[in-house]
C-alpha cells in the first residue's frame, strides 16, 4: 500500500494500536513523522515489501518518478521494470528543459525542482518487459534477484522496484527475489509470497503468463536446495 499521513482521530487510534504506538510506527517510517525533515502530508509513498537493514520499497512509475521520494527515504538504487519509462535522474533533466523552455510562458508555469538537486542514485538495473502474458520475464529473474541483493547487502542506500502501475512486472520480479530471499530463513512457497507482497500492497497482481513462470522458478529453485 502507499503510506499516507492522516490527521484526527481515527488516524491516531490506529497508530496508538500499532505494534510499539505511535513510537514504533515512526521508527519504521521515519519520513512519515511530522518531525522528519523532509515531512510533508498528504506525499504518496512506495510501499515497504521487505526490510533487512536496507528497505526494499515497490511503487507506480508516478511514485518513482517523484525526486522527492530518493532525498526522504534515502533511495540509492532503482530497478525499472519497463522498455522505456525513465529513470528518475532523466525525468529531473527533461522538467529542467520545460522549465527553461516556459521560463517566459505564462500558461505553463515552471515544474518545482527544489529536490532535484539531490537524486544521486549509485546503481540502477533496467528489466526491458511488455506486461504481455507472453513476454519472458524469467529471463531476467537471476539478473535482477542478483541485483537487488547485492544492493541490500551494501547496506548504504533503500531500493526501488518499480514499473508503471506496480502491479504486475515489478511486482513479479519482487516475488523473485522474495522466493530466494525468504528461502534463506524458511521454506517458502509462492502462494505465501504473493500473500506477504498483497498485504504490503493490494494492487499486486502478476499476469497470467508471468504467475505460470513465477511458478516454473519455484520448483527450480526448490529442485536446487
Known amino acids: 500500500m502507499k503510506w499516507h499521513v492522516h490527521e484526527g482521530h ?8 500499532w505494534p510499539g504506538g505511535v513510537d514504533g510506527f515512526y521508527s519504521l517510517f521515519p519520513w ?12 504518496l509513498y512506495p510501499s515497504l515489501i521487505f526490510r533487512d537493514g536496507s528497505s526494499l520499497f515497490l511503487s507506480n512509475f508516478g511514485v518513482a518518478s517523484d525526486p522527492y521520494i530518493y532525498r526522504a527515504l534515502d533511495i540509492k538504487y532503482v530497478v525499472n521494470c519497463s522498455r522505456d519509462l525513465p529513470f528518475v ?12 523552455k516556459m521560463v517566459h510562458s505564462t500558461a ?3 515544474i518545482n525542482t527544489d ?8 546503481a540502477r538495473l533496467r528489466v526491458p518487459v511488455d506486461d504481455s502474458c507472453d513476454y519472458q520475464i524469467c529471463e531476467y529473474f537471476a539478473e535482477s534477484v542478483n541485483f537487488i541483493s547485492d544492493c541490500m547487502s551494501k547496506q548504504d542506500g533503500h531500493i526501488l522496484i518499480h514499473c508503471k502501475h506496480g502491479q504486475s512486472r515489478s511486482a513479479t520480479i519482487a516475488a523473485a527475489f522474495l522466493l530466494i530471499e525468504s528461502r534463506k530463513r524458511s521454506p517458502t512457497s509462492l502462494q ?6 498483497k498485504s504490503c500492497r493490494p494492487r499486486v497482481s502478476p499476469n497470467e503468463g508471468f504467475l505460470k513462470q513465477l ?8 529442485w536446487s536446495l
Open 10 to 17: 481515527e488516524g491516531w487510534w490506529s497508530l496508538r494500536n
Open 32 to 43: 512519515l513523522s511530522p518531525q522528519h525533515a523532509y515531512f510533508e502530508a498528504g506525499r
Open 89 to 100: 535522474d532523466e525525468v529531473v533533466s527533461i522538467l529542467r528543459e520545460r522549465n527553461a
Open 108 to 110: 505553463f508555469p515552471p
Open 115 to 122: 529536490h532535484a538537486d539531490h537524486v544521486d542514485l549509485k
Open 192 to 197: 505465501e509470497v504473493l500473500s506477504k507482497l
Open 215 to 222: 511458478h516454473s522458478f519455484e520448483g527450480a529453485i526448490s
